[in-house]
Each structure stands twice: as structure tokens, then as C-alpha cells.
């Protein structure tokens, strides 16, 4: 399995997700959860894997709300923002 790489910079990271669920022949893994006190995506595709944290959640929420309008299935985003919100 192959990661890829992120940086710090909210643009790279978020060009780098929507190339990632653009391009994917099988999502696997698309979610967001708590890790101590961080909230991670996790993003699995054919044999690529991403990740995104962040220490404040609105950051995420700004993230999710970002990547949905760059990817060719903004349902999937939306799932995964229904999933973000439950957490809280």
C-alpha cells in the first residue's frame, strides 16, 4: 500500500484528497473519527492511503465542506460530514 504524503497546507492536502476519491476505482475506507485530541480523516482507495488531522473540529467541518465541492461524488463527502457531526 502506497501513502501519500500530506503536508500542513490545507490546499495541498485537499488537492491531494479530491485526486485520491476522483480517480479511485474502490473507496474502502472513507471516514472521520476522534484519536486522542485530533479528529482524523482516513481516506483507503485502490492502494493509496490518506490521512488528514486536525486539532479543531471546525477546521475539519471547513475541510469536508471544502473537499465536497472538488470531488465527482459529493454524496460520499456528505456521509462522511453526517459522520463528522455525529461525533461531537
Given at each position: ?35 486522542g485530541n485530533r479528529t482524523v480523516l482516513h481516506i483507503l482507495a485502490d492502494d493509496k ?40
Open positions: 500500500m502506497r501513502k501519500v504524503m500530506m503536508t500542513s497546507d490545507k490546499i495541498k492536502s485537499l488537492k491531494a484528497a479530491a485526486s485520491l476519491l476522483n480517480s479511485c476505482e474502490m473507496l474502502v475506507v472513507f471516514t472521520v473519527e476522534k484519536e492511503k490518506l490521512e488528514y488531522s486536525v486539532i479543531k473540529d471546525q477546521d475539519m467541518l471547513n475541510f469536508l465542506n471544502d473537499l465536497k465541492q472538488q470531488v465527482d461524488h459529493p454524496e460520499d463527502v456528505e456521509e462522511v460530514l453526517m459522520e463528522f457531526k455525529d461525533l461531537k
